[in-house]
């Protein structure tokens, strides 16, 4: 998956909303060790330095477009490239934060205990992950998807939407923590210029479908997505378009 970091931060105040919010539900106040887990472009990390000035912090993405600049923003922040899928470090974190990037992984079941397994006893996992994929923003990249002549192609990588409801984490991470708490909040995002939703989600859960495709049939899937995005996301009165997105959050002392 190639990203491009550019795309990704023209949004950067909604998308960094939902971080600040987990973040200040956090109950430790002095975490020696802090991961930021699926760092991308280091829009994140700055806020955990800010709540812990004396932690040691570390930003692990396997991303090399978004560690680039991550690293030109936060130069004094080390960042590492890892995938979480095979994450098994030496040592223990008090706190494991992941704003946004597990989503992109498959396998939860064991991707969520195996992380937590990561934490020394008294730890915290906090993690934010999207659960808009029945709006229209996402519903309708499966109607585009199916309606075109890339359905071969593209209907596999839809079907593999990793994000779980509520109760899967309830069931999965209760018997594993002393401490639960599970939360969703739909973020009515106001979001300027021309056909804003569509390019929110060419950031992100676009780029699925757009990397795996050659021209013409990428131009012609994003032509026919952005056309339908305008005529479901209209803008208001004042010009501007309201973009209501549903987030999970997980947070869970162990
Ligand atoms: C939408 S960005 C979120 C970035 C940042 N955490 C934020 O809150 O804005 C998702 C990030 O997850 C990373 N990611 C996806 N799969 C990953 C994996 N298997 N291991 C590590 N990072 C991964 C991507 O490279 C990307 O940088």
Redesign the pocket.
Known sequence: ?V?D?QQ??AF?AP??Q??IDLLARIPLETPQTVV??????????PLLRQRWPDAEIFG????D???AKARDAVPDIQFE?????D?NPARKYDVIF????????TGHETLFPNIAAQLAPGGVLAV?M?RNFDAPSHSTMLDVIREGPWRDLLESVWVAVPTQAPTFYYNLLDPLARDLQIWETEYVQVLEGDNPVAEYTK??WLTRFLNPLDEPWRSEFEADYRARIAAAYPPQPNGKTLFPFRRQFILATF
């Open positions: 998956m990203w970091p990704y931060l950067k998308r960094l939902p971080a930021d887990l699926g760092c991308g472009p280091g829009n994140v990390t692990l993405d396997n991303s477009e978004m560690l490239k890892v995938d979480v899928t994450w992941s704003n946004a990037a597990l989503q992109w992984v934010q999207p950031g992100t």
